[in-house]
């Protein structure tokens, strides 16, 4: 699997990664911004959901089904703050300020997804409400209790769930809403699959059993844990394939097909291994 990913020129010289590295996460985003992945998504980096209500949805369209997933969960309310930590290209961002009529901080650690973010704001026509800061989530420069409520869309595994959930508890309000979009170790996760994940993903998974204690030690509230692996992972495979396709040429512009193939494949191991939940919590009133 190492090959898989150097051949992807994700990882130089076999070097490894046990814990978080800035420079190494920052290198793999920049470097799938080229690779057509955001193009395949509709610059949403994340998976999809489907069921029976979209099951012909494409992938970009069971992206935004997620993120509307998200947004259903949220408590935010129009005027109010919320923290996207790890927002990517900021769509989910865009996407909860246009719907709930808040103002959005998209954090983001990557500065060509803080350019881009930026871009599409304005595009948008969204830049006076949602903002984007180009920092580690793991240190926001800014006062404590400041956000209304916020979410990790799938960007926790990369950041270490406790460091991540100490620095969500300083920067929320007491009694705000913190939503995790999280992929998750369960029955089928192999050790190789792991240690690949930890070196060549940067990614650091949990098992959704660990979840009450952690977010105990963190002084939130467990509300719910919904596990949504069916709508997501049996289907995921097929629709990349399809995205692949459907924009072959302009990513065959960018790399080569092996590269596509392998993505393929980085993508058939994900789903084989891990399985996916949302979660929602609340920070303690009283610590
Ligand atoms: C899988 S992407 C998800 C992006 C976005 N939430 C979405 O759904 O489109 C993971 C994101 O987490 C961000 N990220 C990971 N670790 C980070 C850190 N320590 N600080 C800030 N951003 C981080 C990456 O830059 C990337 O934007």
Redesign the pocket.
């Known amino acids: 699997m190492k090959d898989l990913v150097s051949k992807l020129d994700i990882e130089e010289n076999g070097a490894t990664m046990n814990s ?1 590295n ?1 420079e190494k ?1 920052v290198e793999m ?1 920049d470097a799938t911004g080229e690779l057509g992945l955001y193009l395949i998504f509709d610059n ?3 998976f999809g959901y489907w069921d029976k209500n979209n099951p012909n949805a494409s992938l970009s369209e069971a992206a935004a089904r997620l993120t509307q997933i998200m947004i259903d969960k949220s408590k935010i309310l129009q005027g109010e703050r919320f923290c ?6 900021g ?2 961002a865009i996407q909860i300020a246009k719907a709930k009529e808040c103002f959005v901080d998209g ?4 500065k060509y ?1 803080y350019d881009k973010g930026k871009k599409l704001a304005e595009e948008a026509g969204m830049s006076d409400r949602v903002r984007f800061i180009q ?4 240190a926001i420069p800014c006062d404590d209790a400041t956000y209304d409520g916020g979410w990790f ?3 926790i595994y ?2 270490g769930h406790r460091q991540a959930l100490r620095e969500a508890y300083r920067i929320l309000k007491p009694g705000a809403t913190l939503l995790i979009a999280d992929l998750i170790t369960g029955p089928n996760t192999s050790e190789e699959f792991k240690t690949f994940a930890r070196e060549q993903l940067h990614s650091d998974h949990i098992p959704k059993e660990d979840y009450p204690e952690l977010l105990d030690e963190a002084r939130f509230d467990l509300i719910e844990i919904d596990d949504i692996t069916e709508s997501m992972m049996p289907f995921m495979v097929p629709k990349v394939k399809a995205g692949f396709k459907q924009y072959e040429a302009q990513i065959l512009q960018y790399v080569q097909r092996e590269v596509m193939d392998n993505w393929l494949r980085v993508f058939e191991s994900v789903c084989e291994n891990l399985g996916y939940i949302l979660v929602r919590a609340k920070k303690r009133v009283c610590p």
């Open positions: 978080f800035p996460l985003y949403q980096l994340h996207d930590l790890g927002c990517g290209v769509v989910p954090i983001t650690i990557s997804q920092s580690n989530a793991l869309l799938e960007s990369h950041m």
